[in-house]
């Protein structure tokens, strides 16, 4: 794997920090919803963008049945309130409008085939795996980065268990010392799933509970090290000065490490998470990203727009708040979900047309 120079950690209070209990209802709550509903479904989850996406196409082809001009402008719009970016958005109605100018005819069906085409060649990886066997000086290190409030820890110990049940020995670090019961909602979280938790004492730097952790990981044959990380937010300089020791103490345990830096963002966060991806890609060089809490939020255009945007692989992709509601990123899996037509859309033709749609249609009388 390509060794990387530099990786990191924003820092950023939160509003409110949890207590014993709250962390420990969260965990049970996971599990709980485990047993109840066993794996929410990606449609399910992307049913919202979904649905806002597809009944504004519908109102625009119910007025127009084959596109020109002026409706490609209309799609543009529809394609930006998805948070697919302007940018990306621009891209794909470009394609779309090539297409146009040859003479090609083209109606609902074929508007849609157009988009997933392009959409699959932003989201498609050579090598969408990422390694995660012990190398032969220790485990695959992944670092985990993100601010508060995105549902890091958490993240973490799904994808520890995600691991796990494909058979690989990992162990967790709880280099988060800043915040308030982070080490201990880890520690809840490792407890849950069954994983090893490598923490220190009150107080403790995390460049030493990196280096611990690491030591200890190499020395128990350990195939996959996490490592969790504050995310608070400070000074870049001081940031870049914090990086580096945290990157000497696993160097001098595994010259080879960090093999991968993940950045965990809010999904419905939209546009915000796409400046935020970019503001950690400057800092460190990412080699993934987790999208979660896509479930429940018509934003879901915004794995598009962070890949596009950023070239970093998608790895993980949150839908519900199960323990295997963290899904691995598949682009096929993906776009069938977003362009899964089939569910009862209600909103009328005219609700469905945005506002300068109207105003258009108007001044042409």
């Not at 596109?67 to 794909?92: C, H, N, W, Y």
């Not at 609902?108 to 050579?126: A, D, M, N, S, V």
């Not at 090893?196 to 107080?203: C, D, L, Q």
């Amino acid at each position: 794997m390509e060794h990387l120079s530099m990786f990191g950690f924003l820092r950023g209070k939160t509003k409110t920090q949890k207590n014993d209990t709250e962390i420990s209802s969260e965990v049970s709550h996971a599990a709980e919803l485990e047993n109840e509903d066993p794996k929410k479904s990606l449609n399910e989850a992307l049913s919202k963008t979904r649905q806002g996406f597809f009944s504004r196409i519908k109102g625009i082809f119910s007025f127009k049945p084959q596109i020109d001009e002026e409706t490609l402008l209309e799609m543009e719009e529809i394609l930006v309130s998805a948070d697919i970016g302007i940018k990306t958005a621009s891209e794909l109605i470009d394609s779309v409008r090539q297409e146009l100018k040859r003479g090609v005819i083209i109606d609902e069906t074929l508007f849609k085939e157009i988009l997933k085409g392009k959409i699959k060649e932003i989201l498609f990886e050579k090598n969408p795996d990422f390694y995660t066997k012990r190398l032969s000086d220790g485990p695959t290190v992944i670092l985990i980065i993100g601010v508060n409030g995105v549902g890091k820890t958490t993240t973490i110990g799904k994808v520890a268990n995600f691991l796990k049940q494909k058979g690989v020995k990992v162990a967790l670090a709880a280099a988060d010392t800043f915040r308030a019961a982070a080490v201990e909602q880890l520690s809840m979280w490792g407890d849950r799933v069954g994983i090893e938790v490598i923490k220190g004492p009150a107080g403790a730097k995390p460049s030493g509970v990196v280096f611990d952790a690491v030591s200890k990981s190499v020395k128990n044959d350990t195939e996959c090290l996490i490592i969790d990380t504050a995310g608070r937010l400070h000074n870049k300089q001081n940031l870049m000065s914090e990086l580096e020791g945290i990157k000497n103490s696993i160097i001098k345990n595994q010259p080879s490490a960090p093999h991968e830096v993940w950045l965990v963002i809010d999904g419905a966060t939209g546009q915000n998470a796409i400046i935020q991806a970019k503001e950690f890609n400057q800092i460190c060089k990412l080699t993934g990203v987790i999208v979660t809490k896509l479930d429940g939020t018509p934003k879901g255009g915004v794995v598009i727009a962070i890949k596009r945007e950023l070239d970093v692989p998608i790895r993980f992709i949150g839908v519900g708040e199960g323990l295997n509601d963290l899904k691995p990123f598949s682009a096929d899996e993906f776009i069938e979900a977003l362009f899964d037509d089939n569910d009862a859309y209600t909103l009328s033709a005219e609700t469905a047309i945005s506002a300068n749609a109207k105003i258009r249609r108007e001044r042409r009388g």
